[in-house]
C-alpha cells in the first residue's frame, strides 16, 4: 500500500500549466518532501491531491482511495495544513478545535484527551483560551497542527510548514514529524528550504516550472548528479538549472560590494 500516488497529473490555469505531467508516489510510512522555487506547482499539486482542485488530467489517491471519486474519504484519511491559514479569527483555539471535532463527529472523551495532550506537549496552554487573530504566527501554526491531528489521521500534509516559525516551533514541527512517521503515519510536505528537507526526509521530489525534474533519497539524488557529497542545496540548484545563474549573480553582487 502506498501513502499516496498521483499519476501524470496535469493542471493549467488558463494558459499556464501550473503542474506538468507530474508522477509520483510518498511510500507508507516515509517523510517525502516536494521541494523547489516559489511558483514551481507544489501547492496546486497538493489541492489537486485533496480534492480541492479538479486537474485536467491524472489521477490522485491517498492509501488508494480516489481524491475526486472520494474526498470526503480523502479527508478522514488525512491532516492538511495549508499554506494559507483559514482559521475563525474570532474563535479562540479551544472553541475551533471543539467545532472541528463536532462536525468531524469525534468521540468526545478520547478527542477531549487527545487536545489535552497535544496542548500541554506544544506548551500552549496559555494561549488556549485566546482570540486566534491575537496569536503569533507560530502559534496560529501551533492552532492548525493540533486540528490537522485531532482526528488522528494516517497521513499528514503540510504545505510549507516552517515559514515564519521561531527556532523552538521550528525544532516542534520536526518533532511532529518524527512522532508521527514512529507511529505508522506517513508525511508529504512541501518547502523551498533545503536544510529542513536534508536532515528530515527520507525521499525528495524536484519541482521546478510545473515538472518533477529529479526524485530520490539524497543518496539516490547524489549519485544521479554525480557529486557524492554534496548538499541537497548544490543538488537542487544544480537539477533546477540555476547552478550558474546563481554564480553569475554572486559573481556580480562581489564586484559590485567591492567598489
Ligand atoms: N488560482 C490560480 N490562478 C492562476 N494561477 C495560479 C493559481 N494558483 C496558482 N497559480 C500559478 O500556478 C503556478 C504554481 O503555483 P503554486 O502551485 O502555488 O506554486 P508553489 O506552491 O510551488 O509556490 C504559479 O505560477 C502560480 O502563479
Ligand atoms: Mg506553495
Known amino acids: 500500500m502506498v501513502a499516496v500516488s498521483i499519476l501524470n497529473l496535469v493542471k493549467s490555469f488558463g494558459s499556464l500549466v501550473a503542474v506538468n505531467d507530474v508522477t509520483l508516489e510518498v511510500r507508507e510510512g516515509e517523510t517525502y518532501g516536494l521541494l523547489g522555487p516559489n511558483g514551481a506547482g507544489k501547492?496546486?499539486?497538493i489541492k489537486c491531491l485533496m480534492g480541492l482542485l479538479d486537474p485536467d488530467t491524472g489521477t490522485t489517491s491517498v492509501y488508494g482511495v480516489?481524491?475526486?471519486?472520494?474526498?470526503?474519504?480523502v479527508k478522514r484519511l488525512v491532516g492538511y495544513v495549508p499554506e494559507e491559514h483559514q482559521l475563525y479569527d474570532s474563535l479562540t483555539p479551544r472553541e475551533l478545535f471543539e467545532f472541528i471535532a463536532s462536525i468531524r463527529e469525534l468521540p468526545e472523551e478520547?478527542?477531549?484527551?487527545?487536545?489535552?495532550?497535544?496542548?500541554?506537549?506544544?506548551?500552549?496552554?496559555k494561549y488556549y483560551d485566546s482570540m486566534i487573530v491575537t496569536l503569533s504566527q507560530g502559534n496560529?501554526?501551533?492552532?492548525?497542527?493540533?486540528s490537522a491531528l485531532l482526528h488522528a489521521p494516517k497521513l499528514l500534509i503540510l504545505d510549507e510548514p516552517f515559514v515564519g516559525l521561531d527556532v523552538r516551533t521550528t525544532r516542534m514541527v520536526k518533532d511532529i514529524i518524527k512522532i508521527h512517521v514512529e507511529s505508522g503515519g506517513s508525511v508529504l510536505l512541501s518547502t523551498h528550504i533545503m536544510e529542513v528537507a536534508q536532515g528530515l526526509c527520507d525521499r525528495v521530489g524536484i519541482i521546478d516550472d510545473g515538472v518533477l525534474v529529479a526524485e530520490g533519497s539524497l543518496a539516490e539524488l547524489r549519485s544521479q548528479a554525480h557529486e557524492e557529497s554534496a548538499t541537497l542545496e548544490k543538488l537542487f540548484l544544480r537539477l533546477t538549472e540555476q547552478e550558474e545563474e546563481v554564480q553569475v549573480g554572486v559573481d556580480a553582487l562581489r564586484e559590485a560590494l567591492s567598489e
Open 43 to 45: 501547492t496546486t499539486t
Open 66 to 73: 480516489d481524491s475526486l471519486d472520494n474526498p470526503i474519504e
Open 110 to 125: 478520547r478527542t477531549n484527551k487527545r487536545i489535552k495532550e497535544m496542548v500541554k506537549a506544544f506548551d500552549f496552554e
Open 140 to 146: 496560529k501554526q501551533k492552532t492548525m497542527l493540533i
